[in-house]
C-alpha cells in the first residue's frame, strides 16, 4: 500500500469521478485506475463502483476511506512539521466560507496570507454555517467563516467572534417598499420572500425573528449558499430578502431598506483546537486573532501588516 494510492483513493472519493481526479493529481486517467485496481487487490475488495454514469464508494471503501484520509493527513502534516523547524511554513490550508462575510475581507487576507507563505497550498469551500462546522470537526477544513443567530454559538470547535451585525431587508428598486426609510417585521410578513433553505443557520435567522414577532411568511425560493443569486431572484420582483447590513453594500440591482426589529447575526471565525498545523497557526496569526498555545508553531513570518480589517 503506498501513500500515493490513498490520495488517489481519496481523489476519487471527493470528486465521484476517475477523470477528475486525475486531472487534479496531475496523472493520466489510465494511471490512476491502474493504482486503486493495484490496492483494491492488494486489499481483496472493490472500494469504488463503476458505471457509465457515476462513480460511488462500496461499503467496503467508505470504511476504507477515514484511515486513508488520516494516513495522508499525517504525511502532510510531518512533511510541514520539517519545514517549519527549518524556518518555512508548507503545507496546504483548507478555509470554508459562508457566501456573506462581511467582517473580513478575504481576498485581502489571502493576499497577504499568501504574500508571507507563498508554499501553502490554499483551498475554499463554500457552504452554509452547519455544514462548515462539522467539516471543521471532522478536520476536512481547517479553518471556517460562519454567520449564526445571536442565539446560537458553534459547538465542538475553537471559535473567535469577528462581528455583530442586524439584518435589512432587500427589495427590487421599483417595489412598494423601496422609497421607505424603514419597515418592520409586521410590514414585510405579508410579502413574498427569497431566502436561505429550511434549517440552515441563514435561514434560522429570520425564522427565528418572525417567529417570536408571532408572524408567519411565504417563502417561495429557497437558495443554497449564493446569496448574489437570491440577489438577483429579488432584483426580478420575485420576492424579498433579509441579509446582513455589512454584506449587502456589494450587491447591485437591489435596494436596502432597515428593519427596526431585525434581527442580529455574529460572524465567528472557527478552526479545530486538536492539533493546529503550522499554515493554521500562521493564518490565524495574518488574521490578527490571538490562541492559546498549540502543539504547532507557524515558524518566522515575512514582514508585513496583519490583522482584521477595521471594524470587525
Keep these: 500500500m503506498e501513500l500515493q494510492q490513498l490520495r488517489y483513493v481519496l481523489a476519487v472519493a471527493e470528486t465521484n469521478s476517475f477523470t477528475r481526479a486525475a486531472?487534479?493529481?496531475?496523472?493520466?486517467?489510465?494511471?490512476?485506475s491502474h493504482q486503486i485496481a493495484r490496492l483494491e487487490r492488494e486489499l481483496g475488495a472493490?472500494?469504488?463502483?463503476?458505471?457509465?454514469?457515476?462513480?460511488r464508494l462500496t461499503p467496503a471503501g467508505a470504511a476504507f476511506l477515514p484511515a486513508a484520509r488520516q494516513c495522508v493527513d499525517a504525511a502532510e502534516r510531518a512533511a510541514a512539521e520539517v519545514a517549519a523547524a527549518v524556518g518555512e511554513v508548507r503545507g496546504r490550508l483548507a478555509v470554508g466560507l459562508i457566501p456573506t462575510v462581511a467582517a473580513v475581507d478575504i481576498p485581502a487576507r489571502l493576499r497577504e496570507f499568501?504574500?508571507?507563505?507563498?508554499?501553502?497550498?490554499?483551498?475554499?469551500?463554500?457552504g452554509a454555517s452547519g455544514e462548515l462546522v462539522e467539516q471543521v470537526r471532522q478536520g476536512l477544513l481547517d479553518v471556517a467563516f460562519l454567520g449564526l443567530p445571536a442565539t446560537a454559538r458553534p459547538r465542538g470547535v475553537e471559535a473567535h467572534e469577528l462581528a455583530r451585525d442586524r439584518l435589512v431587508a432587500v427589495v427590487a428598486p421599483d417595489h412598494p417598499l423601496a422609497d421607505e426609510p424603514a419597515v418592520d417585521l409586521h410590514r414585510l410578513a405579508a410579502e413574498t420572500f427569497v431566502d436561505f433553505p429550511a434549517g440552515s443557520a441563514g435561514r434560522a435567522?429570520?425564522?427565528?425573528?418572525?417567529?417570536?414577532?408571532?408572524?408567519?411568511?411565504?417563502?417561495?425560493?429557497?437558495?443554497?449558499a449564493a446569496a448574489d443569486l437570491m440577489a438577483r431572484l429579488v432584483a426580478e420582483g420575485?420576492?424579498?430578502?433579509?441579509?446582513?447590513?455589512a454584506y449587502v453594500p456589494q450587491l447591485t440591482g437591489v435596494t436596502t431598506i432597515e428593519v427596526?426589529?431585525?434581527?442580529?447575526?455574529?460572524?465567528?471565525?472557527?478552526?479545530?483546537?486538536?492539533?493546529?498545523?503550522?499554515?493554521?497557526?500562521?493564518?490565524?496569526?495574518?488574521l490578527g486573532v490571538a490562541t492559546g498555545p498549540g502543539p504547532q508553531?507557524?515558524?518566522?513570518?515575512?514582514?508585513g501588516p496583519g490583522g482584521l480589517p477595521s471594524g470587525a
Design 297 to 303: 508553531r507557524p515558524g518566522p513570518e515575512r514582514p
Design 46 to 55: 472493490r472500494l469504488f463502483e463503476r458505471t457509465s454514469r457515476q462513480v
Design 114 to 126: 499568501r504574500r508571507r507563505y507563498p508554499y501553502v497550498r490554499v483551498g475554499l469551500r463554500v
Design 238 to 245: 420575485l420576492g424579498v430578502a433579509m441579509l446582513p447590513s
Design 260 to 286: 427596526v426589529d431585525a434581527p442580529a447575526r455574529v460572524e465567528y471565525l472557527v478552526w479545530n483546537g486538536l492539533g493546529r498545523t503550522p499554515a493554521v497557526n500562521a493564518f490565524l496569526a495574518v
Design 205 to 224: 435567522q429570520t425564522d427565528q425573528a418572525f417567529s417570536a414577532a408571532g408572524l408567519a411568511r411565504d417563502v417561495a425560493f429557497e437558495v443554497t
Design 23 to 32: 486531472q487534479r493529481c496531475l496523472v493520466v486517467q489510465s494511471a490512476l
